[in-house]
């Protein structure tokens, strides 16, 4: 079986309906999403819905969860978040129905799959904090402490860097990030899981961000940040 690991979409739908384009050329058989649907881009309604249409398992990242404590009464948490990320959260929070807001805050911090017989773990930062950054350059205690959950794969996002380290027979994996790359290399990144032979390829699919930054453009003029970061390169 082939897995699509995907992370971070950050509610960009042209990134994102590119990796399931090259889900569909790759056979990939399921899916799986390791947090953070909503923040910096503006389309998480559409994103949602192909989520559900891929029958992709999900989890919670921090962004979701900042709309989440606003959506429960936290209002002293909107303006801080926009300052800081853009008015993406808060666009969401006003054009997703109910339906759609009550369904991501009732995801999971972290999940357990039984995939063709391997153990996998889905977390977004860490599997001890969803906030832990685990950055490419991570020591070894660091990796032993993700070996130590005893799963055969740990799948994390959270920091937009695409890492595959294989600890003691076991794959950590981080398929990098569909929305906002952070790695300099333009793009959509995930990864497929073949299960057949337990091998990881990454993957990044390139698209026209030009749509994506003439919205920020329009809705965060004053955050240079979201559009240069979708084009950087060293």
Partial sequence: MKVGIISDIHGNLPALEVVFKAGKKNNIEQWVFLGDLVGYYYWPYECIQLLDEHSVSCISGNH??????IYNGNND???KITLKYGVAINQALKSLPDEQLKWLCSLPSKKE???????VLLCHGSPWNM?????????????????ETGHDLILFGHTHY??????SGKFIVNPGSVGQPRDFKPGASWAIWDTTDNKIIQKREYYDYNHVIKACCQ????NLYLQNV?????
């Fill in 77 to 79: 948490l909107l303006k």
């Fill in 230 to 234: 979708l084009t950087r390169r060293k």
């Fill in 64 to 69: 979701d969860r900042m709309l989440c404590d």
């Fill in 219 to 222: 809705y965060d003029p004053g």
């Fill in 131 to 147: 906030d832990f950054y685990v950055y490419p350059d991570a020591n070894a205690s660091i990796r032993n402490r993700m070996i």
């Fill in 162 to 167: 695409p890492v595959v380290w294989r600890e």
């Fill in 113 to 119: 799959l039984s995939i063709d017989g391997y153990n």
